[in-house]
């Protein structure tokens, strides 16, 4: 009975353990696709932007000029470490809490559900923080602005929204023993049901 109640405990905290590490995974790699992709690939923004137009009194630096750039690079430098410290702390806690069979935790829907979750967590944050509230920056300035931004927190919202779907449609995982545990639980009960 004792052995029941254990495995049922279990069940239901494995995909709590995983929702942590996956979240703050998420955030992360968020940051990063935002940061590599609309700050250096496209170069549609950097951190400070939209300082002449802001909320809040940043100074403005010009990233049409040399000087101006090389402070919107600093920003977005600072904001890659934030994101960097993000998936290092989500990968030691995943670490620490998955104790055996590490590598079937990254086939783990749970898991990946966790992360979108945690990615759209980035944008919605970001975007109501950065672009509408302090106003510092937008994903694409111009006089289509208000267009893109919403677009950015509708892309956080179905990334929250696929990530729920993701993560509460996966199998459990118990962190203590994989995806293995179950097999291994089944195998040792028709031994000792064969020895008895």
């Known amino acids: 009975m ?18 942590l590490p996956g979240i703050i995974l998420g955030v992360g790699l968020g940051g990063f696709v935002d940061g590599i992709l609309l700050h250096q690939l496209l170069q549609w923004h950097h951190m400070l932007t939209s300082t002449d137009q802001d909320r809040v009194g940043v100074k403005y630096y ?56 945690g990615w759209g967590i980035f944008n919605v944050v970001e975007g109501i923080l950065d672009h509408q509230v302090l106003g510092i920056h937008h994903v694409h300035g111009g006089p ?14 179905l990334l929250l929204i696929g990530g729920h779907l993701l993560q509460r ?13 179950p097999r291994t639980a089944e195998r040792t009960a028709g031994r000792t049901e064969g020895h008895a």
Request: a neutral charge.
């Open 169 to 181: 449609g996966g199998r459990p995982f118990d962190p203590e023993a994989g995806h293995a545990a």
């Open 62 to 117: 010009d990233p049409n000029t040399v000087s101006g750039l090389e402070m919107n690079t600093v920003w977005d430098g600072v904001f890659h470490a934030v994101c960097w410290v993000a998936v290092l702390l989500g990968l030691a806690i995943l670490y620490a809490r998955v104790t055996h069979n590490r590598r079937a935790v990254w086939t783990s829907a749970k898991l990946w559900g966790w992360i979108l979750g």
């Open 2 to 19: 004792a052995s029941t109640t254990g495995t049922a405990l279990a069940a239901t905290a494995a995909p709590n353990a995983l929702r």
């Open 144 to 157: 289509h602005q208000a267009w893109w931004d919403t677009g950015f927190l509708v892309l956080g919202a």
